[in-house]
């Protein structure tokens, strides 16, 4: 579709970007773009979005931007971006609801609720007689029986509406499976022990402090609504937008980007979600960085934000921010698994690591420490390949044990693992 | 792990119902947490590794790795890096988005460019040149000095890890694998060919076999006169393949005693028949016996189907004797002498003997390939079948360096319809069939005026396949600002409903990257 020749009528103006593309019927489609979010539109009969001819026209302007003329939009494209622009003022105005419905629904959700915790209550219950019969068992003996025996345990799980709990007993189950993973028998042993934990917080929920209670009870599979968490108090700050990986799970698509503020120093996770072949709907690309108000999920050691305003989006340039050393990394760990026992991911920034070459899947620091790299981390000859026995700046997540690089700053750049090297 | 995990782990792993011993204490602070003897060892047991996990976890500590003083840093890179719009083009190139011929020529124009390889990408690049070995000499000067230094680290990245620094090339020689030795031999012969020669023969006798035959076509880089007693040595081996590659050699050595046995062979065999009112010819007479000295240097070694027995001992014998010679035994040009050969009785024998001398001279144009290659074009296609098509795999190699436009004359002289004829299609493709490196401009613009007079009787072509081949393999090898500036002009003749619409597509699109890729290299690094 970005080959000039299909093309005619091109133009862009600051706001938008159009042109005519002649497709396999008798007119040719109106395909327009609105460059400040950007938004798509044509006028062919496909249900993609954005369509081929959109993303054609975006192409095209990267490759031959002299094709466009500059000048004022048509009437067809004036129209359009005139009618986005009302419509999302009508999306400002929100409707308000009276009282007596909010009362009723409010009713109706305490309700809902009430079940919804009878049910995990009796699910959790059940979760723990098996763990005790695994326990007598013992792991050896219950090896045999496969993926099945573990299946069968979460699809409980998922009865009792407790989705988490099913995915993290199919991954302890899957372990022992996997043939390449190392101390598969203590991981998974580790996994089940957590959700023992995560089972007696669940009957003690009363005498944790409240923001643990919503750690525990966000674990359990209670999600807060994003509405909520944008009235939480904003945290404005410079983001540096660190890392971002994206994992897909049938056909919904998850992407985690770490951000890290200047002035606060705190860390933020952010994740977002979309379906197919739908895009994200916020721009946050590892490597820039933007001014911005982050709204926190509430919990005991809060990491996971939503992003509120963003502005000013420009790259990096100085640096991934103040690194740590591994010492100071276990001291902020040990404090962040106080407040939040079951915390899984804890974002690091250590300086002067210098992989290994004799022993690859080991970082060598300054004092010449060994720090493991996690197994499932497949890239170390890349790392290997920037570092050529230089110290590198990594970022990545700790666990307690050994780290996931995510990304890594070499020469006034920053590499993001996931998507700037290809294997 | 500690001795508590162990333990624990190890309970959980044969199940308290067999175990049968208690648990014991972790010691203080963790037995505090943990609930009284009463409860159920299963709960206890749980608790206590979850506990002693969460110790552990928090309470980390990185163990001393012993000092690795002989892996030192790579040297500070004195080539410049590579300019950032040409690294985003070997992304797409690496993501596999364009053909895979492209490849090899951005990486030709980052050597051109002086700069080396991106970092990022050097796994990437290691990897695909040691699943394509012909991607190595493309590969090794823009390594730089990371990416030396990290070849060293894989042995199957040795090829790329041998430097210049003399002890190593003596070390990999010694104990490296045959495959590091045959290129440890190549680049040492490059440096210094008498030094490299002189390792191979104190080496030689001690080698075995497959060795020897793997090691010896190495002399081949900076083949010179003082290899020539070696390798006529060599022909005595006990070894075929041996013997096989010393010839191969030694037939590349011009005016080596190989070439000239073989000429006074030949020269009682060939004489010029002059015949009334006719053109004269070229005879040649058969010769009689075989004896071991011609078994010695090949004769009646390689099999040629189709022909005569002694009809292939002549070819092997004319294969091995630059062409030259013969303008000067019969005094003619390398034209007039192709026409004395098609009307001869042997045309076949003497023009395939030609033609596969001719081919050992791949250094420049020799007068005699494109020569073949123009009696090729205009011969009957019974006969054309005698000049092989890697001739023009040959011609491929060097049509970068048409600056005489040979190459353009050759192209000019295929008749007005070329694209109906199947063989001849395939011979352009068997030109443009390279990759590596663009063609000149005035060779490019032939080809393509070519094509666009033949663009109104291309829709009824009876063989598009070949067509579809040709378009690909020009796509990588034409002159791509010279063929993007054609598009448009081409665009009525190519419908949307033209049955090679799609191979034009991709044509364009190749080109326009390859525009786009040569571009990327000509702004400041």
């Known amino acids: ?423 | 792990m500690s001795q508590d995990t162990r333990r624990l782990h190890q309970l959980f792993k044969i199940g308290s119902a067999r175990a049968g011993a208690a648990l014991t204490g972790l010691g203080e602070p963790l037995d505090a947490l943990l609930p009284e003897n009463g409860s159920a060892i299963e709960a206890r047991l749980w608790l206590a590794i979850g506990a002693l996990d969460l110790w552990e976890r928090s309470g980390y500590q990185a163990a001393q790795v012993p000092n690795q003083a002989d892996t030192p840093a790579a040297p500070t890179d004195p080539l410049p890096p590579c300019p950032t719009r040409a690294e985003g083009m070997l992304a797409l190139l690496l993501r596999g988005v364009h053909p895979a011929g492209l490849l090899s020529e951005w990486l030709q124009l980052l050597h051109r460019h002086g700069a080396r390889l991106p970092a990022r990408f050097l796994p990437n690049l290691l990897e695909a040149a040691m699943r394509q070995p012909r991607l190595r000499p493309r590969v090794a000067p823009v390594l730089g000095e990371r990416g030396h230094w990290l070849a060293r680290l894989r042995p199957e990245w040795q090829w790329a890890a041998i430097g210049f620094d003399p002890a190593q090339r003596a070390l990999a020689w010694d104990t490296g694998s045959i495959e590091q030795r045959v290129a440890t031999l190549r680049a040492w012969r490059d440096d210094d060919p008498a030094a490299a020669r002189q390792a191979l023969m104190d080496a030689w006798t001690t080698e075995p076999p497959e060795y020897r035959a793997a090691l010896l076509p190495a002399l081949a880089v900076r083949l010179g006169a003082d290899d020539e007693d070696f390798i006529e040595s060599a022909l005595d081996d006990r070894r075929k393949e041996v013997r096989a590659a010393a010839r191969r050699l030694l037939v590349q050595l011009p005016g080596s005693r190989l070439s000239q046995r073989m000429r006074a062979r030949l020269l009682p065999l060939l004489q010029v028949e002059q015949r009334l009112l006719r053109a004269p010819r070229l005879q040649l007479a058969l010769p009689g016996d075989i004896d071991a000295a011609m078994r010695r240097d090949g004769i009646g070694a390689n099999p040629w189907p189709g022909l005569g027995e002694k009809a292939g001992w002549v070819i092997d014998m004319l294969a091995a004797v630059d062409p030259r010679v013969w303008e000067q035994a019969f005094d003619r040009s390398p034209r007039k002498l192709l026409a004395l050969a098609e009307s001869s009785e042997f045309a076949v024998v003497l023009i395939r003997g030609w033609a596969l001398a001719s081919m050992h001279d791949a250094t420049g144009l020799s007068p005699w390939l494109l020569d073949l290659a123009h009696w090729s074009i205009g011969a009957k296609p019974a006969l054309r079948e005698a000049v092989p098509d890697s001739l023009f795999d040959v011609l491929g190699t060097v049509a970068r360096h048409d600056e005489d436009a040979g190459l353009s004359a050759l192209v000019g002289a295929f008749s007005s319809t070329w694209h109906s004829d199947a063989g001849l299609v395939h011979l352009l493709h068997t030109l443009a069939d390279h990759g590596a490196g663009s063609w000149p401009q005035g060779l490019s613009r032939r080809v393509l005026q070519r094509i666009e007079s033949a663009l109104p009787t291309l829709a009824t072509l009876a063989h598009p396949w070949a067509f579809r081949q040709l378009l690909s393999s020009l796509a990588l090898a034409l002159d791509p600002s010279t063929a993007a500036a054609v598009s448009a002009g081409w665009h009525g003749a190519i419908q949307p409903d033209h049955p090679l619409r799609d191979a034009f597509d991709t044509f364009f699109s190749t080109v326009r990257f390859r525009h786009e890729m040569h571009l990327s290299f000509q702004e400041p690094a």
């Open chain 1, 1 to 423: 579709m970005a080959v000039p020749r299909n093309w005619s009528n091109l133009g862009r103006s600051e706001a938008a970007l159009w042109g005519e593309c002649q497709g396999s019927g008798k007119n040719p489609y109106r395909t327009q773009i609105d460059l400040g979010d950007p938004a798509f539109k044509c006028s062919c009969p496909s249900r993609k979005f954005p369509c081929k001819h959109g993303l054609g026209l975006y192409l095209l302007l990267a490759a031959e931007p002299a094709l466009f003329n500059s000048g004022d939009a048509p009437a067809w494209v004036n129209d359009w971006l005139q009618s986005r622009q009302q419509r999302q003022e009508k999306k400002a105005a929100k409707p308000e609801t009276s009282p007596e419905a909010a009362a009723a629904a409010a009713v109706q959700a305490h309700k809902r609720e009430e079940k919804r915790e009878d049910k995990v209550d009796a699910g959790l219950r059940e979760l723990q007689t098996w763990l005790h019969d695994l326990a007598r068992e013992g792991l050896a003996a219950v090896r045999s029986r496969g993926q099945g025996f573990w299946d069968a345990i979460a699809a409980r799980m998922v009865d009792a509406q407790a989705a988490p709990l099913a995915r993290r007993l199919r991954r302890a189950g899957g372990m022992l499976y996997q043939s390449n993973l190392p101390h598969a028998e203590q991981l998974a042993a580790h996994e089940l022990a957590s959700l023992y934990l995560l089972g007696e917080a669940w009957r003690r929920l009363d005498e944790l402090p409240a923001p643990l209670q919503v750690d525990v009870r966000t674990l359990l599979g209670w999600t807060v609504s994003q509405e909520d968490v944008l009235r939480e108090a904003p945290v404005e700050d410079h983001w540096r937008v660190l890392s971002q990986t994206v994992s897909e799970d049938e056909r919904l698509r998850m992407r985690a980007s770490w951000l890290h503020g200047v002035a606060s120093g705190r860390w933020a996770l952010v994740l977002q979600y979309a379906v197919g072949t739908q895009g994200f709907e916020q721009g946050l690309v590892p490597g820039t960085a933007f001014d911005g108000a982050l709204h926190f999920y509430p919990g005991a050691f809060p990491l996971r934000a939503l992003v509120g305003q963003q502005a000013g989006v420009r790259p990096l340039a100085d640096g991934p921010g103040p690194a740590s050393n591994i010492d100071a990394l276990l001291d902020e760990y040990a404090h962040a698994l106080a407040a939040q026992p079951f915390l899984e991911r804890f974002p690091a920034l250590l300086a002067g690591l210098i992989p290994d070459a004799g022993g690859q899947g080991i970082l060598r620091d300054a004092q010449g420490r060994r720090i493991e790299l996690q197994p499932s981390f497949r890239h170390a000859i890349y790392l290997l390949a920037l570092s050529a026995g230089h110290p590198l700046t990594v970022f990545g997540e700790w666990d307690g044990r050994a780290l996931l690089p995510l990304s890594v700053w070499h020469e006034a750049r920053l590499y993001n693992i996931d998507s700037d090297f290809i294997s």
